[in-house]
Each structure stands twice: as structure tokens, then as C-alpha cells.
């Protein structure tokens, strides 16, 4: 399982786990759930339910990934596998994103 916390402008907006490869889960943050003067952190991600359910990476965090020889290089330059969306998007999405949102992985322990 991996996990990390969803900003949006260095507000906490939720969490994003991988509970499997064809689970994905998107939680807001209560907080940031109940205040009304709080957006939505994308259209697909609505706050009429606090949590989201899907069986891939939701496409609004897959579409901050880069694509082609962008995509290629970190993937060869991270030593992490192409296809792994996830693992990509929390080596590349904590610090310099397109627009307000960032990424930042939890350890989570084994055992």
C-alpha cells in the first residue's frame, strides 16, 4: 500500500492511497470536506462524497504526470517503471507542479 497527502496551495486537501494496484482511494480531509469555501480539487473529485473510489489512478492526479520523452526520462533518470503512475507521480509531483496542487508521499511501515 502507498499513500500520500494532496495540497492544494499548501492547504492539506486529502489523501490519495493505493490500497492495490486496481484500488485507489481519494479521501478528503474532514476539515477541508465541511468548509464550503473550500473548491472541489478537481471536477471528477466532487465534494458530494468524501470519499472516491477507483479501480486505476484517478485521471485528474495521472494527467500530472509528464508524457513521452518527459515521461521516459524521469522514469530512466528515477529508475522507476514506466507504468507505475503512481510511483512517478510521488517522485515528481511534491515540489514543481503545473498549478496549485502537490504531492507528498507518507511512509507508511511495514509490518
Do not use: C
Amino acid at each position: 500500500m502507498r499513500k500520500a497527502e494532496i495540497y492544494r496551495n499548501k492547504v492539506l486537501v486529502g489523501w490519495l492511497t493505493e490500497v492495490h494496484p486496481t484500488e485507489y482511494l481519494f479521501t478528503y480531509e474532514e476539515g477541508y470536506y465541511n468548509n464550503p469555501a473550500q473548491p472541489q480539487i478537481s471536477f471528477t473529485l466532487p465534494k458530494n462524497s468524501r470519499i472516491h473510489k477507483s479501480p486505476y489512478l484517478f485521471p485528474f492526479f495521472y494527467n500530472l504526470l509528464s508524457e513521452g520523452v518527459n515521461k521516459k526520462l524521469q522514469s530512466r533518470q528515477l529508475q522507476i517503471d514506466e507504468r507505475d503512475s503512481l510511483g512517478l507521480l510521488l517522485a515528481t509531483a511534491k515540489f514543481d507542479t503545473i498549478g496549485p496542487v502537490t504531492v507528498n508521499e507518507i511512509a507508511l511501515e511495514n509490518g
